[in-house]
C-alpha cells in the first residue's frame, strides 16, 4: 500500500478561463495545494530530507534546524515525523498563527524572530553550537532538484510540451531554478517568468533578498523574466483566485497569478503555467481575505 510520501506532487494542472483576459492564450494553474502538506514545499522538504538520510548526514540523537517563512516549516515537520527526526524550526513572528500550530500539531519546536533574514541566523547560530543539522533550502540542491525530478516532468506531460511560459514567485527560487533547468532541458524557447515584490510591498512567500542574504541556488540567467508584484495587487488577485475562480490560496500565488495575467494581456498566444503555492486556509487570521 502507498504511504504519504508517495502523494507529494502529481498535482493538478487546471485551466482558468473566467480570469483570463486574452482567449487566445491558456492560462493553467498548478494546485500545489493538493500535496500531503498543503503547499509546494512537500516536494523540496522530502527530497532534502531524504537525501540528507541516505547520505548520512543526519546522525542518531541529531535535530534538524530551519529557518522558514512557513509553507517549509510545515512539510518540514511533517516529512520529519514520518522519519522520525526532531526538528526544530524557526520563522517571523508576523507569521500566521495557522502555520504555527500546524507545526507543533507535527510535533516540532517553533522559535519566533523579528525577521525571515534574522530567523535565518538564529538557525546559523544554532548548528554552530552543534547537535543540529541545518537543511538549509537556501542551498541544498535537493531543494531544485525536487522540481527538475516532479515539477517539470508534470508540467510538460500535462500540456504535452505545449507550454510557452512557466510563471512562480520567488523565495527559496528552489520551484523556479529545478522547473526552469527541466523545462529549458525540453524547449529552449520556454520562457521563465519570476515574481518579486516591489519595493516596500511586504508579500509572504515571495522576497526581494539583500544580497547577502540571496539563496546560494539561485542561478539569474535560468530566469528570462522577473514581473515586480506591488502588496495590492497580489492581494486582490488571491481574492479573485477565490471568488471568480473558486483557487482557494495565498497571497504569493496571487502575485504569480498577477504576473501570469499581465503576461496573457502581452501576448499575441501561448500556454501559461503558473504555480498555485498553497491553500488559502493558511491565511484566515490575516486580512488576506478580511
Given at each position: 500500500m502507498p504511504t504519504l510520501l508517495d502523494f507529494v506532487g502529481n498535482t493538478p494542472l487546471v485551466e482558468l478561463k473566467m480570469i483570463n483576459p486574452n482567449p487566445k492564450v491558456t492560462l493553467l494553474a498548478k494546485l500545489e495545494g493538493h500535496n500531503p502538506g498543503g503547499s509546494v514545499k512537500d516536494r523540496a522538504a522530502y527530497s532534502m530530507i531524504k537525501g540528507a538520510v541516505e547520505r548520512g548526514e543526519i546522525k542518531p540523537g541529531m535535530k534538524l534546524i530551519e529557518a522558514t517563512s512557513g509553507n517549509t516549516g510545515i512539510a518540514l515537520a511533517m516529512i520529519a515525523r514520518l522519519y522520525d527526526i526532531e526538528i526544530e524550526l524557526t520563522m517571523p513572528k508576523n507569521s500566521t498563527r495557522?502555520?504555527?500550530?500546524?507545526?507543533?500539531?507535527?510535533g516540532a519546536k517553533v522559535i519566533l524572530t523579528d525577521t525571515i533574514e534574522s530567523a535565518r541566523d538564529y538557525a546559523d547560530a544554532k548548528v554552530a553550537e552543534g547537535g543540529y543539522l541545518m537543511l538549509n533550502q537556501f542551498a541544498n540542491p535537493d531543494n531544485y532538484l525536487a522540481h527538475y525530478r516532479s515539477t517539470g516532468p508534470e508540467i510538460w506531460r500535462d500540456t504535452e510540451g505545449k507550454v510557452t511560459h512557466f510563471v512562480s514567485s520567488m523565495g527559496t527560487t528552489g520551484t523556479i531554478m529545478g522547473t526552469s533547468r527541466y523545462?529549458?532541458?525540453?524547449?529552449?524557447?520556454?520562457?521563465?517568468?519570476?515574481?518579486?515584490?516591489?519595493?516596500?510591498?511586504?508579500?509572504?512567500?515571495i522576497r526581494k533578498w539583500p544580497q547577502e542574504y540571496l539563496p546560494k541556488i539561485f542561478e539569474p540567467a535560468r530566469v528570462d523574466r522577473v514581473i515586480e508584484v506591488s502588496q495590492d495587487d497580489a492581494t486582490q488577485r488571491a481574492r479573485d483566485?477565490?471568488?471568480?475562480?473558486?483557487v482557494f490560496s495565498g497571497m504569493s500565488s496571487g502575485g504569480a497569478a498577477h504576473a501570469a495575467i499581465q503576461l496573457a494581456n502581452e501576448l499575441e498566444e501561448g500556454v501559461i503555467?503558473?504555480?498555485?503555492c498553497d491553500r488559502g486556509d493558511r491565511y484566515l487570521s490575516s486580512d488576506l481575505f478580511g
Open positions: 495557522e502555520r504555527v500550530l500546524t507545526m507543533e500539531a507535527f523545462l529549458k532541458e525540453q524547449n529552449p524557447d520556454v520562457q521563465i517568468v519570476g515574481c518579486q515584490p516591489t519595493d516596500g510591498s511586504s508579500i509572504p512567500g483566485l477565490a471568488k471568480v475562480e473558486g503555467v503558473f504555480i498555485v
